[in-house]
């Protein structure tokens, strides 16, 4: 997904780029807008002379044909590929207990909307955990291996955990909040040695 969201943002801001196509009728006129063009780009003056000019002028006349292939007002597209992209980012992160404010002036995010996501990263990663427990608990029952399985959360995770837990305990008159009870049963309910998750 975050793949396609690139490509889909390099294509367009390839795609509404300024860039009109010059349409010429013969390879002498083709070189002379070649010319004039790049010394644009430089920033020169230049004057394209050919036989006829006073009188094309006095008859009027014709603008280059131009023919343009991409439209510069799809860049008010980007914005949103870029927040489509956020959104993904912290849909994947809040999975793994990352809670990302992706708000942006698009749209109104209110603190309630925050704090939901926020505990939902708290609480989902703590089911994740209790369920590998679980199956590791039925591992060990069948094959009673010399020293048990066991799973429990990385590092920053049991900081994360005991920090939650001290805040709560030492606020709030010491009441701890649904998420320090989620992540102290969610701890409680694993091993000490084990693999990390």
Not at 27 to 45: F, H, L, M, P, Q
Request: proline share 4%.
């Amino acid at each position: 997904m975050f793949a396609e969201t690139d490509i889909s943002l390099i294509s367009c801001l390839k795609k509404s780029r300024v860039n009109p196509l010059p349409i010429s009728a013969n390879s002498k006129v083709k070189k002379a807008i070649d010319e004039a063009i790049d010394d644009v780009e430089a920033g020169n003056t230049r004057a394209i002379t050919y036989e006829g000019a006073f009188e094309a002028i006095a008859e009027g006349m014709e603008p280059v044909t131009m023919l343009s292939l991409t439209d510069p007002s799809q860049t008010d597209k980007l914005q949103y590929l870029s927040k489509f992209h956020d959104d993904i980012l912290r849909r994947f992160m809040t999975f793994y207990g990352h809670s990302l404010s992706s708000g942006s002036k698009m749209a109104q995010v209110t603190s309630a909307e925050l704090e939901g996501y926020t505990t939902f990263a708290r609480i989902y990663p703590t089911i994740l955990l209790q369920s590998r427990q679980t199956w590791l608990d039925e591992v060990n029952e069948k094959l009673q291996p010399e020293t048990p399985l066991t799973v429990k959360f990385s590092k920053p995770w049991e900081h994360l955990n005991n920090d939650l837990i001290l805040n709560n305990e030492e606020g709030g008159n010491g009441n701890e909040s649904e998420n320090s009870m989620a992540f102290r049963e969610g701890s409680e309910g694993a091993g000490e040695d084990s693999d990390t998750q």
